[in-house]
């Protein structure tokens, strides 16, 4: 090949003397004074039209990464996607050269991605990132799918196509995913109140507690004991909301990162808050694990798709649309998907929440601390609340009973 000159392109391998002998030595003493390193006319090539520096290394010669066989790199960068503990970890990699690229996207990489992979933050959510969860959801990968069908019924109310993501992390026993399908049952979150399917929500409630959600299980609890879709059972549900704050303190105890003293956890002082309600002579012995007072347990991390989810919405104000309300848990970030979807609290009405699970974790955490009781409360459209605790009565808010 010619330039417009006529003259011939260097060949790979071969020194080519482009300059004149003058100008050879003008370059290498320009360079010296510059402290830029002379090199010989063996080791580089300088194209004239364009100034870029060539290798010229031994013909056959290959990189010892690229002997590596696809098999070994795919199974390294499994462990990495795995181990990963933020976004960076492994797109810094996916970045490095094309080969990379290509096998980082592999379905069997993406499908072990660890949930601190693809923790993606509300601000800096894009066209791109939402590629690259559903390429992970795609691959099979039970997070992915539970993290992008909840931002997409939630968030991008896309309510069919989060639906189906969460249903396809349920099958594969993904609890979280099992426990916010019972919560969107509960709710009929995405239709109207007639379509609460409260048979549904216990069973996948059930399924989630079997798999060890601890938030399933108090839910159950709460549900056997009020016989909300479920025939009423007070001992048994009992029994469940003791076993769910006895796994709760047990994970505590496990999880080294606390940052708390074992006896700060397991103090209890009845008279530590105001607000306490001391059992009857006759009611039951007072143990924290079943009153839910004075084991100051810490609150537990949040879902990276919950923490995505309240950082979503408050971005935008604190509010996921004209009337719509938030879960007053601040770990769980779940909006209305209709008015007065989620219930409020029987005894001040200021707080709502979607599930008894939320309720009881910020009862223990906050709101034990503000509930006040008050005559009538006005909800935002200047109408009252109800009074009591049903289910199935009025187009209004459902009151929450305090335990």
């Not at 320009?30 to 364009?50: H, I, L, Q, S, W």
């Not at 396809?168 to 009929?188: D, E, M, R, T, W």
């Not at 299980?217 to 909301?241: A, I, K, P, S, W």
Request: overall charge positive; aromatic content about 6%.
């Amino acid at each position: 090949m010619r330039t417009r000159r006529g003259i011939s392109y260097p060949r790979r391998g071969v020194a080519v003397n482009a300059c004149n002998t003058a100008a050879e030595k003008r370059t290498s003493s320009t360079n010296y004074k510059r402290g830029k390193p002379d090199f010989t006319a063996g080791e580089y090539m300088v194209c004239r039209k364009r100034n870029r520096l060539v290798s010229t290394g031994k013909k056959g010669e290959t990189d010892l990464f690229d002997s590596l066989p696809d098999d070994l790199v795919i199974s390294i960068l499994c462990k990495l996607s795995s181990s990963a503990s933020c976004p960076s970890d492994f797109i810094n990699v996916l970045i490095t050269c094309r080969r990379l690229n290509g096998l980082g996207l592999h379905s069997l990489v993406l499908s072990k991605a660890s949930p601190k992979s693809f923790a993606i933050k509300a601000n800096n959510w894009s066209d791109s990132a939402h590629r690259f969860l559903k390429l992970c959801a795609d691959a099979g990968n039970a997070e992915a799918c539970y993290t992008l069908g909840m931002i997409r019924f939630y968030c991008l109310q896309n309510r069919g196509s989060g639906a189906s993501l969460m249903a396809k992390a349920a099958i594969s026993s993904h609890a979280p995913a099992l426990y916010s399908l019972a919560v969107i049952q509960f709710n009929g979150s995405g239709g109207s109140k007639s379509d609460k399917d409260l048979r549904a929500g216990v069973a996948l409630c059930a399924r989630a507690a079997f798999l060890g959600h601890i938030d399933a299980l108090r839910e159950l609890g709460h549900c056997l004991q009020d016989g909300y879709g479920v025939r009423q059972n007070v001992t048994e549900g009992r029994r469940f909301l003791v076993q769910a704050n006895a796994r709760e303190l047990a994970a505590v105890l496990s999880n080294p990162n606390s940052g708390l003293p074992t006896r700060a956890w397991l103090t209890w002082n009845p008279h530590a808050h105001p607000n306490h309600r001391h059992p009857s002579e006759n009611g039951p012995s007072g143990c924290p694990l079943l009153s839910d007072f004075g084991c100051n347990v810490p609150a537990p991390e949040a879902h990276p798709a919950s923490r995505f989810m309240t950082d979503w919405f408050a971005i935008r104000g604190g509010s996921a649309g004209s009337g719509l309300r938030l879960c007053s848990h601040t770990g769980c970030g779940r909006p209305e998907t209709r008015k007065h979807e989620f219930r409020r609290c029987s005894v001040c009405g200021a707080v709502n929440y979607c599930s008894r699970a939320c309720q009881a974790l910020d009862w223990k955490l906050r709101h034990k601390e503000d509930c006040a009781p008050v005559e009538r409360w006005v909800d935002e459209d200047g109408e009252g609340g109800d009074d009591a605790g049903g289910v199935g009565g009025g187009d209004g808010d459902d009151v929450m009973v305090e335990s």
